[in-house]
């Protein structure tokens, strides 16, 4: 049982350049999410989603995209990476509304 | 609009109890409680369900108060391995975002 994968789980992108962090789950789980977290600080909800096909903005939706064209995977693209998105990213997964989320073992990226 | 979560940070001798509360101001369908260790990513420990129903978790436990919309994370003669940030998640009534709380950094002193 693999759970959430992330990759790549380190990454360094110069201003201006994009990339996708990409998220799986094999557990068929309809919810996930991305969030990001920045030293000592708490976890902020970037995107969800709550099935194939179904998408939504979270508090920090500003310059990323997501989509989920199959149950499994969750992408999540940064359009133009800016100094303020270095961070650690997480994906995680949940089966329904009130079930609790796995956690992917993140992304921990440095935009210079 | 993220519940707030009090104490911010605490710090503990081995044995001691520990209480770390999880405020919102809107209606909450439940709440989850998370650990978090230095460098990994956070580990789900309870759900707590509407109606005050405590799910338990080694000697860690945890009570929801639908009136007030908080709910309480109890940590039991508490171990080094508890050591950690702790963060309360939850789902708006009328949305579907999973949000987390502000989180409390403890620290278990042997």
């Known amino acids: 049982n693999a759970g959430v994968t992330q990759t790549p789980k380190f990454q360094v992108l110069k201003t201006g350049q994009s990339m996708t962090l990409q998220c799986a789950q094999d557990?068929?789980?309809?919810?996930m999410s991305w969030y990001r977290q920045d030293p000592g600080m708490g976890l902020r909800l970037i995107h969800y989603?709550?099935?194939?096909?179904?998408?939504d903005q979270g508090e920090v939706p500003n310059g990323y995209n997501v989509s989920r064209s199959t149950t499994e995977d969750f992408p999540l693209r940064l359009l133009s990476a800016a100094p303020s998105q270095t961070s650690v990213y997480f994906c995680?997964?949940?089966?329904?509304?009130?079930?609790?989320?796995?956690f992917g073992s993140g992304t921990r990226l440095t935009v210079v | 609009q993220q519940p707030v979560q009090s104490p911010q940070a605490v710090i503990l001798r081995e044995g001691e109890d520990a209480v770390i509360n999880c405020s919102s101001s809107?209606?909450?369908?439940?709440v989850h409680w998370y650990r978090q260790k230095h460098g990994e990513a956070p580990v789900f420990l309870m759900i707590?369900?509407?109606?005050?129903e405590q799910k338990g978790h080694d000697k860690i436990s945890a009570s929801f108060n639908e009136k007030k919309q908080q709910s309480s994370l109890y940590l039991t003669a508490s171990q080094l391995s508890y050591s950690g940030t702790y963060f309360c998640?939850?789902?708006?009534?009328?949305?579907?975002?999973?949000?987390f709380g502000t989180g409390t950094r403890l620290k278990v002193l042997a």
């Open positions: 995680a997964s949940a089966e329904g509304a009130n079930y609790g989320y796995t």
């Open positions: 557990m068929n789980h309809e919810y």
């Open positions: 989603s709550v099935g194939a096909g179904i998408t």
């Open positions: 809107k209606a909450l369908y439940s």
């Open positions: 707590l369900l509407k109606g005050g």
């Open positions: 998640g939850t789902i708006y009534r009328g949305t579907y975002k999973y949000i």
